[in-house]
Every structure is written in C-alpha cells, then in structure tokens.
C-alpha cells in the first residue's frame, strides 16, 4: 500500500516556475514507477511525465518536453516536477501516481494516486 500527498500547487504568471513535489508512505516506494497526470476542467486527466523506479528512464508528454522535468530521491520517498516556462494551457489539477507496471504514459497502469494539487498560470 503507498500513500501520496502532494504539494507545491499554485499561482503563477506566464513564463514563471512551479515546483512540485509528491511525498509516498511506504517502505516499498522505490519499486514503483512514479507519473504526474493533470487534469484541467472540462477535460480528461492526461499523462504529464514518468520516472522508472530507480531514476533512469523517463518520459513526458510532447507538449511539456524541454520545460518539465521528473526527478525522484528513493531515500527520501520523494518525486517531483520542476515545471519552467509555464503556459496558460499548463493549469489543471496535478496527480501523482505509483505503478507497478513499469513507468507507462497509460493511466489505469497505475495502482495508487495522490488527491492533486492545483497549478493554475495567468496569462
């Protein structure tokens, strides 16, 4: 069983930097995969980024490429998304999630997920 909370949600003008962070319970975080999924109203939750359980394989979604990075630190039960050059279209609720399965853009590949955060960008 993993618990997550995350943390570090708010407002931001365009341009600007948000970081992040999901802290996990568990002894057993370092062997799942971690994700960020957003959801903005209106829409579905969409795949944002993921990191394989020990940090070296990682993925993102094409729009987020070059501004968003995932990072994890296993001794500490920690992911977080360091998001730069925030746009408008960014605002939505941040989700972390923890997957057995391998780090996957696939939504239901994962097995535990965080309440969200709110990240919300003016223009």
């Known amino acids: 069983q993993v618990q997550l909370v995350e943390s570090g949600g708010g407002l931001v003008q365009a341009g600007g930097s948000l970081r992040l962070s999901c802290a996990a319970s568990?002894?057993?975080?370092?062997?799942?995969?971690m994700g960020w999924f957003r959801q903005a109203p209106g829409k579905e939750r969409e795949f944002v980024a993921a990191?394989?359980?020990?940090?070296?394989?990682?993925y993102y979604k094409d729009s987020v490429k070059g501004r968003f990075t995932i990072s994890r630190d296993n001794a500490k039960n920690t992911v977080d998304l360091r998001m730069n050059s925030l746009k408008p279209e960014d605002t939505a609720v941040y989700y972390c999630?923890?997957?057995?399965?391998?780090?996957?853009?696939?939504?239901?590949?994962?097995?535990?997920w965080g309440q969200g955060t709110q990240v919300t960008v003016s223009s």
């Open positions: 568990g002894r057993t975080f370092s062997s799942y995969a």
């Open positions: 999630a923890a997957g057995s399965a391998g780090p996957t853009i696939t939504e239901y590949e994962y097995d535990y």
């Open positions: 990191i394989s359980w020990g940090g070296r394989t990682t």
